[in-house]
């Protein structure tokens, strides 16, 4: 059991390995909405927050607005390294994993996990943060729709088609194929593309060098089993920011799955990014009524017993 606790811990780091500030700089944070609303349902009116999966510190900066302190977990030394240069008041980051955050029990008024619950096992992970809760206490697992909603949809069109080679060459990179197996043609009736979404991109499947992944929609159910919590629900709120073609284009290259192909020597050309860039480009600039974008986010919380 430890063995594959440690290979998930080193997969999901390793995922996010190389772009720390592509992922800083495209990123959207939680909508300002939403930190209110998180302390009503803590009863908290500034909680103490504990942000697992920090990355580069957009959730726990986020936080830091409405909270009294945060406490961010991320495994990633790059990713916590860059959250560091950007400091903000009552913040601090330390190295740690979902299931092994390496703090005192009821430490936190509110956890929350801004697009990186999908990765850890739920199991273990449900069970330590229902511990570091506090009787009361908020988990906020927080995910965001891909893509964005621009308005444009050529540009969204590319994003699925892309999306669904990416998810085409991770398959055969996990089925063990490489060089020209791996780089052959990919057909449009692929079977792969049938089970493919691109709202739950990771849904419950095993990726490359053997990372777990956990479907996005199963978290509230998840949370119902684990008998952590005496009530939850899903909660959904859009909120809209600056962007055109560039940010598009930046948010898909922040996506793990497309670096960790382009770690494995694949190009832009075979991977399919180069002609997704230019139909993302070409789509904004013919784009009558550009009006940034849009992130839809949906939070599946659970409140803890008193």
């Not at 089970?195 to 990372?211: F, I, K, N, Q, S």
Request: hydrophobic fraction near 40%.
């Amino acid at each position: 059991m430890l063995e594959v606790e440690l290979s998930l811990h080193h997969g999901s780091r390793d995922r996010f390995r190389g772009f720390a500030d592509l992922y800083d700089a495209n990123r959207p944070s939680p909508p300002e909405a939403l930190g209110p609303l998180l302390a009503r349902y803590a009863n908290v009116k500034r909680p103490a927050v504990v942000d697992i999966g920090s990355g580069t510190g957009l959730s726990s900066r986020w936080a830091a607005k409405w909270a009294e302190s945060v406490i961010g977990i991320e495994p990633n030394a790059e990713m916590r390294s860059v959250a560091e240069t950007r400091p903000a008041q009552s913040v601090k980051y330390m190295d740690g994993i979902g299931h092994d955050t390496g703090l005192d029990a009821s430490t936190a008024d509110v956890v929350t996990v801004v697009q990186a619950m999908h990765w850890m096992d739920p199991g273990p992970t449900l069970t330590e943060i229902g511990r570091v809760l506090r009787p009361g206490g908020l988990l906020a697992a927080i995910d965001v729709d891909w893509p964005p909603v621009s308005g444009v949809a050529p540009a969204e069109m590319a994003w699925k088609v892309l999306y669904h080679r990416i998810r085409v060459l991770e398959a055969r990179i996990t089925a063990g194929q490489d060089g020209a197996l791996l780089r052959r043609s990919i057909p449009d009736d692929d079977p792969l593309h049938a089970v493919d979404e691109t709202a739950d991109p990771h849904g419950d499947r095993v990726l490359p060098a053997g990372l777990r992944a956990w479907s996005k929609s199963g978290h509230l159910h998840r949370m119902d089993l684990s008998g952590q919590f005496q009530y939850t629900r899903e909660i959904a709120l859009s909120e809209q920011v600056e962007g055109g073609a560039e940010r598009f284009c930046g948010l898909m290259y922040s996506q793990g799955s497309y670096q960790g192909l382009r770690r494995r020597g694949l190009t832009d050309a075979e991977i399919g990014a180069d002609e997704f860039e230019q139909r993302v480009k070409e789509g904004f600039s013919s784009a009558r009524m550009p009006g940034g974008l849009t992130f839809t986010w949906y939070v599946r919380i659970g409140l803890k017993e008193r």
